[in-house]
């Protein structure tokens, strides 16, 4: 049973430059959340979404935006990068009922 | 403002000592996760607390979930150098999968 995969595991990228991460929730979830990590920090809630609608959001500028695939899967894109956009970005997926979250391993981004 | 405040933010100690974290909020929540977290990688589940004075025990680690939900703490007996890493906690409140809120984390380093 594959766990959350998330995709690239590590991107470079310049200001100003588009980027989207991927997610692939744990077989038999149907919720994806997405987090920002910057180093030394904890997790930060960016959105979550379920039945291909965006729930709940975070603190974050409309420069960062999601879409949910009817096979669960997500994508994180990110518009305009700044360099304080770098950061571990996780994807963490669950069940609609059920309030555990589990994290994949997450995507490095570097903005320079 | 963090809404969960964790402590202490750094712990360097030997192995076979026992040790205490904390994670203390203002608000309340419906339940408290705790994960470790490794350089690079996403945080791991430990376990997820409900019910208020909840005990819940994980081989050498106990966890304890405040009586008012507002505060949680992590026991570990006689750690291991492989108990090193990041622990995170992080409360959800509504009860609807919402989003979760992650403390800045505890980094413990266990020296053989």
């Known amino acids: 049973d594959a766990g959350v995969t998330q995709s690239p595991t590590h991107l470079i990228k310049t200001r100003g430059q588009q980027v989207t991460l991927r997610c692939s929730p744990k077989s038999g979830h149907d919720t994806v959340s997405w987090y920002q990590q910057a180093l030394g920090q904890g997790p930060q809630f960016i959105f979550q979404y379920y039945e291909e609608e965006e729930r709940q959001r975070g603190n974050f500028p409309d420069r960062f935006s999601g879409h949910q695939f009817p096979n669960y899967s997500s994508e994180l894109n990110v518009n305009a990068l700044l360099l304080g956009d770098s950061a571990l970005y996780l994807c963490?997926?669950?069940?609609?009922?059920?309030?555990?979250?589990?994290f994949g391993p997450g995507t490095r981004l570097l903005v320079l | 403002t963090q809404l969960l405040e964790q402590s202490p933010q750094f712990l360097s100690i030997q192995e076979g000592e026992n040790l205490t974290v904390y994670c203390n909020s203002s608000s309340v929540f419906s339940s408290l996760q705790w994960y470790r977290q490794e350089p690079g990688e996403g945080p791991v589940l430990l376990v997820t607390?409900?019910?208020?004075?909840e005990v819940k025990k994980l081989k050498r680690l106990t966890f304890q979930f405040g009586d008012a939900r507002k505060d949680s703490s992590l026991h570990i007996t006689a750690a291991q150098p492989g108990d090193t890493g990041l622990y995170l906690c992080a409360g959800e409140r509504g009860g609807s999968n919402y989003k979760l809120t992650f403390g800045k984390g505890t980094l413990l380093t266990v020296n053989p």
């Open positions: 963490a997926s669950s069940r609609i009922t059920e309030e555990t979250q589990y």
């Open positions: 607390v409900v019910t208020g004075g």
